[in-house]
């Protein structure tokens, strides 16, 4: 089953928004695999970014994924990795629809709350980043023909 890596940003977290946003992925019907709230250092943040590293926002970036701690989570479902971009909405809350939680939540680009894998590959990377220890394997025993 598809999975991916979702960070809550310093900004969501600090402006109250883990719940409302863990809320909008499991009321989707997606499932919680991995959860942690962490702060991490500049040079995993620089990891984690890499590919931005030649962008001229990447140190202001890592900044800001170092100035607090962060919520880490793994979501999966059937084609969690877009999906989970619709529901995120565009990088630049300027362009976000209202309904997505940039949209709904936030103006800068540099404060835009929340990351999510844009593909498979890049989820797969990411999860191996900020879960080495691995993720919870469950499923829902509500269906179970056994009760
Ligand atoms: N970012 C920024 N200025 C820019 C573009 C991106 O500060 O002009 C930040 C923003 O926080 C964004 C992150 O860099 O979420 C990663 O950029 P990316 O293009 O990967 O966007 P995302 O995948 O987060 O939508
Ligand atoms: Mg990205």
Same mark, same amino acid.
């Given at each position: 089953?598809?999975?991916?890596? !979702?960070?809550? /940003?310093?900004? *969501? #977290?600090?402006?109250?928004? !883990? ?6 992925? +499991?009321?989707? *019907? ?5 959860? %942690? ?12 970014? &890499? =590919? ?17 701690? @962060?919520?880490?989570? @793994?979501?999966?479902? %059937?084609n969690?990795?877009t999906t *989970?971009?619709k ?7 300027? $362009? ?7 949209? $709904?939540? &936030? ?10 894998? =844009? &593909? #498979?590959?890049?989820?797969? /990377?990411?999860? &191996? ?7 919870? +394997? ?6 179970? #023909? =056994?009760?």
């Open positions: 089953m598809e999975q991916t890596f !979702v960070m809550i /940003k310093p900004d *969501g #977290v600090q402006r109250g928004l !883990v719940g409302e946003i863990i809320c909008r992925f +499991e009321k989707k *019907g997606f499932t919680l695999k991995g959860l %942690k709230l962490q702060s991490v250092e500049r040079a995993f943040a620089e990891k984690h970014y &890499a =590919d931005l590293s030649s962008k001229p926002f990447f140190n202001g970036l890592v900044e800001y994924i170092i100035s607090g701690p @962060v919520v880490a989570m @793994v979501w999966e479902g %059937k969690v990795v *989970g971009r529901i995120i909405g565009a990088t630049n809350p300027s $362009d976000s629809a209202p309904g997505t939680i940039r949209g $709904d939540f &936030a103006v800068e680009i540099g404060r835009n709350v929340i990351h999510g894998s =844009d &593909a #498979v590959e890049s989820a797969r /990377k990411e999860i &191996a980043l900020w879960f080495p220890e691995g993720v919870a +394997e469950w499923q829902s025993s509500l269906h179970s #023909v =056994d009760l």
